[in-house]
């Protein structure tokens, strides 16, 4: 994880929580781990994509576009030849999301900046907006995302229900309060996911849209006593967003995760909620 230079009791800065994805190849690992452990088998994408009418998208922007799992999405949906644009943080998604592009044949681009510093050849110019499982990290930027869109453009957002994964949290906090670990009362992920959740997704987004739809996605990841190798790299990839610093930089990560696998094997299993929602935004307001 990088440094922002804080205080070791201090959380973590979301752009902290965002590095933890700098590796690629560990990212998309644990991507089809999660997909392989997912009780819900109807793919999210079905989901959020289901009744739009995109065959006259011709231009797309995906934010937050990592490996280009939700570009990828609107193979099929969109005519071969549109252009795709994917903004990530990190320069390493390029050339899979590029390869994402070419399965759909689409034409695409990519640039490596935060998402506030991507700045367009001219506004209103994307039929489609995608942003998926990274808008908790800049809500702050939602007004300047969706100055992007056309006038009669569609926004689609996946992100994760206030509930995702906070049955896992208290295990993991019980576990803290065994070792006597107490400074843990708000771990990283209960900042990032107040930022944009299905709390609160819909009133941010109703400042830009004149309409916005929620769809729930609900689900669970459950991993079984022959489960327990991915287990450990899931673990391992989600830690920094439950354990601080300094916790994270001693070896409390290593024990909690021991006592996770103990309760694998006492229980046969362990269940990890993954209720996600979707948010749609049309008919752009006013007052953008």
């Not at 070791?8 to 590095?19: F, K, T, V």
Request: aromatic letters at 10%; a negative charge.
């Amino acid at each position: 994880m990088s440094s922002n230079g804080r205080g070791g009791n201090e959380a973590p800065g979301l752009r902290d929580l965002a590095d933890v994805f700098s590796d690629v190849a560990a990212h998309m690992s644990v991507a089809q781990i999660i997909r392989d452990h997912l009780t819900n088998r109807r793919d999210i994408r079905e989901t959020a994509l289901e009744g739009l009418d995109l065959s006259w998208v011709g231009n797309i922007l995906d934010v937050g576009c990592g490996f280009g799992y939700f570009t990828e999405g609107l193979k099929g949906r969109i005519s071969p030849g549109a252009t795709a644009t994917g903004v990530d943080l990190h320069p390493g998604y390029s050339d899979p999301y590029l390869e994402a592009c070419r399965k759909c044949e689409f034409e695409g681009s990519y640039f490596a900046t935060p998402v506030e510093g991507f700045k367009n050849p001219e506004h209103r110019i994307f039929d489609l907006i995608l942003c998926s499982y990274s808008l908790y990290f800049f809500p702050q930027s939602i007004g300047h995302i969706v100055r992007s869109l056309n006038k009669g453009g569609i926004f689609v957002a996946i992100t994760h229900s206030h509930r995702h994964m906070a049955d896992f949290f208290r295990l993991i906090a019980q576990e803290l309060v065994k070792q006597g670990m107490t400074d843990h009362d708000v771990l990283p992920y209960s900042h990032l996911i107040s930022n944009f959740s299905d709390e609160n997704g819909a009133s941010l987004l109703a400042t830009h849209f004149g309409h916005v739809e929620q769809r729930a996605h609900p689900g669970s990841l459950v991993f079984r006593q022959n489960d327990k190798e991915a287990f450990k790299d899931y673990f391992r990839l989600k830690s920094p967003f439950f354990l601080k610093d300094p916790i994270h930089e001693m070896v409390f990560d290593e024990a909690i995760l021991d006592k996770l696998l103990e309760i694998i094997d006492r229980e046969g299993m362990i269940r990890i909620n993954k209720d996600d929602v979707i948010f749609i935004g049309r008919n752009r307001s006013l007052n953008t």
